[in-house]
């Protein structure tokens, strides 16, 4: 774009570019750099709205605002806005959807007839496809309401995105999660801890009403009888870390245990268990996943960077090794290293509602926590 003798865009010329900028901010300077970018040096102290007001005429002039504090001073910058590619194969997320489906009710009836304790015991003669669907409902409910999440917070603000793209999985688990792609920058950093924060939480909430189900719906049996099944191996107590914190939080509010007896969960437990190990794994602060996004709003740059290997350390010591390793061969083969989403206006603090939501995404993280999967 040759700002010097006219634009190809909405501006005729720099000159106009400079006058419309100077309706949203006082500006104290004003040039094109060495790489034939319009600059701006801002001065004032409350940028959010005005920027936002900005980038709303600038994108129908098919240009991009980035507004960055450098050196002290906070900066302005003008791009030609890229263009969003939307994907014409509509059709390859609903394959994956029904396959998903498909690959959780397997795993589902797998898990069913795996089990003598529910096949012979505390289930016999009730159908499996039923308790397979039932499985399913529950798995594919929590995974579906984090991507709704997502879209839902997306939308608000006005930010493209993709379909989520389910992906399914062997049992025990039937899937491996969905992503949804972001295909336009946040404007600030409110936006980008909405969308990162929507997902987890959706499907926290989701995990709750799930393990509250697996509560209601478990068996009380004599501690003598739940400790015979356990010396044959047909069932295991639940403890944590192997089972997260959640659970024991829930129990004596949904399910007291009266004095002598013991709750055997059936197959909706594993359902809630894989639901809570998703949230985890998902809100943990590293890179480009939700709670890398959560924690790139809040804590900046540096921050954002210190606690993505914080991230990666916990997965190696809590036995995730495998999951740590793909995350750091998926950050240096993107070319960007540590680096996490940045939003266009990254000089707007982020809301301080938000940051009382940020000790809540740390409860969920902790509450959600589990040591290593069980099969």
């Known amino acids: ?224 009888q739940a400790a015979t099944w356990e010396s044959k191996g047909l069932i295991q107590t639940a403890r944590w870390p192997m089972y997260p914190l959640l659970f024991d939080v829930l129990l004596p509010m949904v399910r007291p245990i009266p004095e002598g007896y013991s709750l055997i969960l059936t197959h909706i437990e594993f359902a809630a268990w894989v639901g809570a190990l998703v949230t985890f794994l998902n809100i943990l602060p590293i890179w480009q996943l939700d709670g890398g996004h959560i924690s790139r709003a809040v804590l900046g740059v540096r921050g954002h960077r210190v606690a993505s290997i914080l991230g990666l350390l916990v997965l190696f010591v809590t036995g995730y090794w495998f999951f740590a390793l793909f995350l750091v061969l998926w950050m240096f083969s993107s070319g960007r290293g540590l680096a996490g989403a940045e939003p266009l206006d990254d000089v707007s603090p982020l809301s301080n509602s938000r940051k009382a939501l940020y000790i809540l995404a740390l409860v969920i993280l902790v509450l959600c926590f589990v040591k290593l999967p069980i099969f």
């Open 1 to 224: 774009m040759d700002w010097e003798n006219g634009s190809t865009k909405g501006y005729s010329s720099f000159p106009e570019l400079a006058e419309r900028i100077s309706v949203y901010f006082r500006v104290s300077d004003s040039y094109i750099d060495q790489n034939g970018v319009p600059t701006f040096i801002l001065t004032g102290e409350d940028y959010k709205i005005s920027f936002k007001r900005l980038n709303r005429e600038l994108e129908g002039q098919g240009l991009l605002p980035i507004l960055r504090k450098e050196w002290g001073r906070v900066v302005l910058r003008v791009f030609s806005r890229p263009p969003i590619r939307r994907s014409s194969k509509k059709w390859l997320n609903l394959v994956l959807l029904a396959v998903t489906v498909a690959t959780i009710f397997v795993a589902g009836y797998w898990n069913f007839i795996s089990s003598p304790i529910l096949k012979d015991i505390l289930l016999k003669g009730e159908n499996i496809y039923l308790q397979a669907a039932s499985f399913a409902v529950c798995l594919f409910g929590i995974i579906g309401l984090h991507e709704l999440g997502h879209m839902t917070a997306c939308r608000a603000h006005g930010l493209d995105f993709s379909l989520p793209y389910f992906i399914p999985g062997p049992p025990p688990y039937g899937t491996f999660g969905a992503v949804v792609s972001l295909r336009s920058p946040p404007k600030n950093r409110d936006e980008l801890f909405d969308t990162g924060f929507a997902g987890p939480i959706s499907g926290f909430l989701a995990t709750l009403a799930v393990t509250a189900l697996s509560l209601k719906t478990g068996f009380l049996v004599s501690l003598e």
